[in-house]
C-alpha cells in the first residue's frame, strides 16, 4: 500500500513502525535507497507492506506539475517492478491510495500505475464526481500512460434500504454500465472499528464485519484476475 493522501489514513489504519524516509522523500528523491527507507511491514500481516505517507506530501501536491515531477513516483516504483522481475518482492498487488483532489499526488499515481479504481458513496454529487475522476484517467493515459485503463467503480456505504441510495446506484450504472463493480459495499459499523483497532475486517467476529469482508474479498478477486 502506497499511501499518497496526505491525511495518511491508510497508514494509520496499517500500523507501520517509523521508518526512516516516507512517500514525500521517495516523491523528491525517487532511488532505490530511499524508496527501501520509506517501506515498512504492517501490522496486519507479514504480507503486507505499507508505502509510508506523510503530511508533508500536501506540500508537493502542485495544481499544474510539469511531466518530470509527475513521473518521479512511477521512477521510484520502477525498483519495486525490477524487484519483483527478480523475485525478490512476490507483491501481486500494489495499491496507491490517493487524496481526493486531482492535483501532483493523484496524477502521480495514474502516471505510475497499470489500472484506476474509483470510489464513491450513492450520493446526488456521486456521478459529476466519479466523471471527473474518469476525465482524469484518460487524460493521464493519453498523455503520459498508454497502459492505464480503467479499473471500475466501487460504490461504498451503501444503505441497503435506502431509495436514495438504490437511486443514485442505479443512476451510476445508467452513466457508467459495467464498469460499477459488484458488489456495492455496505454501510456498515465494522468499517470505522476496524479502522479504529487498526486491524483488517476479517479479524473481527461481527456479522457486519463478515459481510464487508467477504464484500472486498470478491472485488480483491476481481480485480487481481483482471490484472494477471
Same mark, same amino acid.
Given at each position: 500500500?502506497?499511501?499518497?493522501?496526505?491525511?495518511?489514513? @491508510? !497508514?494509520?489504519?496499517?500500523?507501520?513502525?517509523?521508518?526512516?524516509?516516507?512517500?514525500?522523500?521517495?516523491?523528491?528523491?525517487?532511488?532505490?535507497?530511499?524508496?527501501?527507507?520509506?517501506?515498512?511491514?504492517?501490522?496486519?500481516?507479514?504480507?503486507?507492506?505499507?508505502? &509510508?505517507?506523510?503530511?508533508?506530501?500536501?506540500?508537493?501536491?502542485?495544481?499544474?506539475?510539469?511531466?518530470?515531477?509527475?513521473?518521479? +513516483?512511477?521512477?521510484?516504483?520502477?525498483?519495486?517492478?525490477?524487484?519483483?522481475?527478480?523475485?525478490?518482492?512476490?507483491?501481486?498487488?500494489? +495499491?496507491?491510495?490517493?487524496?481526493?483532489?486531482?492535483?501532483?499526488? !493523484? =496524477?502521480?499515481?495514474?502516471?505510475?500505475?497499470?489500472?484506476?479504481?474509483?470510489?464513491?458513496?450513492?450520493?446526488?454529487?456521486?456521478?459529476?464526481?466519479?466523471?471527473?475522476?474518469?476525465?482524469?484517467?484518460?487524460?493521464?493515459?493519453?498523455?503520459?500512460?498508454?497502459?492505464?485503463?480503467?479499473?471500475?467503480?466501487?460504490?461504498?456505504?451503501?444503505?441497503? =434500504?435506502?431509495?436514495?441510495?438504490?437511486?443514485? &446506484?442505479?443512476?451510476?450504472?445508467? !452513466?457508467?454500465?459495467?464498469? &460499477?463493480?459488484?458488489?456495492?459495499?455496505?454501510?456498515?459499523?465494522?468499517?470505522?472499528? @476496524?479502522?479504529?483497532?487498526?486491524?483488517?475486517?476479517? =479479524?473481527?467476529?461481527?456479522?457486519?464485519?463478515?459481510?464487508?469482508?467477504?464484500?472486498?474479498?470478491? +472485488?480483491?478477486?476481481?480485480?487481481?484476475?483482471?490484472?494477471?
Amino acid at each position: 500500500m502506497a499511501d499518497l493522501d496526505p491525511q495518511c489514513n @491508510a !497508514t494509520a489504519a496499517l500500523d507501520p513502525p517509523r521508518t526512516r524516509a516516507t512517500l514525500a522523500d521517495v516523491l523528491n528523491w525517487p532511488r532505490r535507497s530511499v524508496l527501501d527507507s520509506a517501506i515498512a511491514r504492517s501490522a496486519w500481516d507479514p504480507d503486507v507492506d505499507v508505502l &509510508v505517507g506523510s503530511e508533508d506530501t500536501e506540500s508537493l501536491n502542485d495544481p499544474d506539475p510539469n511531466s518530470r515531477r509527475l513521473s518521479r +513516483l512511477a521512477r521510484g516504483l520502477s525498483e519495486l517492478r525490477k524487484l519483483v522481475d527478480h523475485g525478490e518482492l512476490p507483491y501481486r498487488l500494489v +495499491l496507491l491510495d490517493c487524496p481526493p483532489s486531482l492535483g501532483r499526488l !493523484t =496524477r502521480s499515481a495514474l502516471v505510475a500505475a497499470d489500472g484506476a479504481l474509483l470510489v464513491t458513496e450513492p450520493s446526488m454529487f456521486a456521478v459529476a464526481g466519479v466523471q471527473r475522476a474518469a476525465e482524469a484517467v484518460e487524460s493521464e493515459r493519453a498523455e503520459h500512460n498508454g497502459r492505464l485503463r480503467p479499473l471500475g467503480v466501487v460504490v461504498n456505504r451503501v444503505k441497503p =434500504r435506502s431509495k436514495e441510495h438504490e437511486f443514485r &446506484v442505479a443512476e451510476l450504472r445508467d !452513466t457508467f454500465g459495467e464498469l &460499477v463493480l459488484e458488489p456495492t459495499l455496505p454501510d456498515r459499523v465494522a468499517a470505522p472499528q @476496524a479502522q479504529g483497532a487498526c486491524a483488517p475486517l476479517h =479479524r473481527l467476529g461481527s456479522a457486519g464485519a463478515r459481510e464487508l469482508a467477504t464484500a472486498f474479498d470478491r +472485488l480483491l478477486d476481481r480485480l487481481l484476475a483482471a490484472g494477471s
